[in-house]
Structures are given as C-alpha cells and as structure tokens.
C-alpha cells in the first residue's frame, strides 16, 4: 500500500533552482525517516539526503550548504529544495522511506545543462 509520488523536475541552467515534492501514502508518514536519492546516467543511485521524524537533517557533502530537505506531516509531504544547481547534479531523483524494506517513488528528472 506503500506509494511515493515525485514532483517538480525540470530543466535549468547551472546556478538554477528547483523545489522537488514527494507525496507519500500508505503508512503513518509522521512516524518514518524519508530521504532523497538520486541516480546520474550509467551511475549507481546515491543517498542525497534524509530527514528524521523529529525534523533532523543530513546531507551528502556534494549538496551541502545547497540543498534543503523538509517535510510536512500534515500533508504527508518530503520536500527537496536544490539552490546553485550544478551539471552534476543532473539525474533522476527519488523519494524513499525504509519502513518494511526500501520503498521507491518512479522518479523526477532533473537536467542541469549550459
């Protein structure tokens, strides 16, 4: 019953912003740690970032200082902000809870290109 939807992908040049959103259902939003991964061309996925119930963040040192994780448990909403978008920052992103396992949304594109 777990599902994450991502929202907010798009295309912008270096030093760009965007907001991603992830909608979650199926379980007790409130009481899970979510996080932001994300997945280059030919890459492996990698851990972005993670927010904990009690609003604690952490961060991957390559986005630190310019992203933003937060959450509204009231909307049941995981939230991405991405300021100083660089060109490695270009992939496809996704929500995540580990609840009874990992669970992943379908993903959002973000292209960063000159």
């Known amino acids: 019953q777990v599902q994450l939807v991502e929202s907010g992908g798009g295309s912008v040049q270096p030093g760009g912003s965007l907001r991603l959103s992830c909608v979650a259902s199926?379980?007790?939003?409130?009481?899970?740690?979510m996080g932001w991964y994300r997945q280059a061309p030919g890459k492996l996925r990698e851990w972005v970032a993670t927010?904990?119930?009690?609003?604690?963040?952490n961060y991957a040192e390559s986005v630190k200082g310019r992203f933003t994780i937060s959450r509204d448990n009231a909307k049941n909403t995981v939230y991405l902000q991405m300021n100083d978008l660089k060109v490695e920052d270009t992939g496809v992103y996704y929500c995540n809870v580990r609840k009874d396992g990992d669970y992943w949304g379908q993903g959002t594109q973000v292209t960063v290109s000159s």
């Open positions: 199926g379980f007790i939003f409130s009481f899970n740690v």
């Open positions: 927010i904990g119930v009690a609003d604690s963040t």
